[in-house]
């Protein structure tokens, strides 16, 4: 009777064993499933930093959402093929994720890139060109020699402007300001703000500099934009078609399907977005 109730327990604790395994392979299994097909997400980060404040991360916050994106089963692919299914001539895996940085701060490669290398992940920075050739800002930029070591790595590296990441006065007593990109600006030299034609000859000769440094420097054959602070209006997006580039990246949030050439990024670079709020995010795009 004793070795019956033994082996009645035995079978018991097998059984629990079975059910944990199944339950545990359940849920791997669901968490690997297609959360959505011929779709990407892109994902938006700017600075990180140790310190976090506005739109910079602490390293550990940004291994955690890359993770949770190896956990949950999403694809992380390069730019170059987003930028291929964008425009009809190529295919993606399901879940696939574009993980994009703006500006160009020398934290991508002191912080992200090694997070990045963890995962086997690649990423896209969107650089300002005047702050990579004088590095006059106060947050140290990505030097051109560290830009072509990494994209030895698999690491691109595309347009945020050359100088026109900036506000500036719109008016004489300077009461509004505005975006460099997609206002004409106020001259004090002239006392006046800029013509139509000073506008777009501005903008086209930044649009021509950042992709002829981009291809002298890297030698970059496509050519995409981040629009700074991700404002546009349809004078400057043109100037920049005639400038060659084909893809345009926004700060709008949504997933993006096939034919477009305004892409929708998710902004996952702030301190308020949790592990559960990242997800919840990923989520709602699904």
Partial sequence: MVRVKGIAALLIIALTITWQVSQNQLKAAADKTAHYKNKVIVLMYHHIDVKESGATISPSRFETHMKLLKEKGYRVISIEQFAK?????????????????????????????????KYKFVAADFIIGTSSDNQNVHTKHL???TMRKLKKEGFSFYSHTYNQHDYAPLDRNEHKAGPKLSNPIYLPDKGRVETKKEYMARVEADAVQIEKRLREELNNTYQMLAFPFGVFNSTAKQLE?????????TTHPGINSQGSDEVFRLNAGTPTLSANKFLDMMIKME
């Fill in 85 to 117: 299914f964008m425009q009809n001539k190529g295919k993606v895996p399901d879940n696939a994720v574009v993980i994009t940085f703006d500006d160009g701060y020398q934290s991508f490669n002191q912080y992200a890139v090694p997070i990045m290398n």
């Fill in 143 to 145: 030097s051109w020699d």
């Fill in 241 to 249: 078609v005639d400038a060659g580039v084909t893809l345009f990246f």
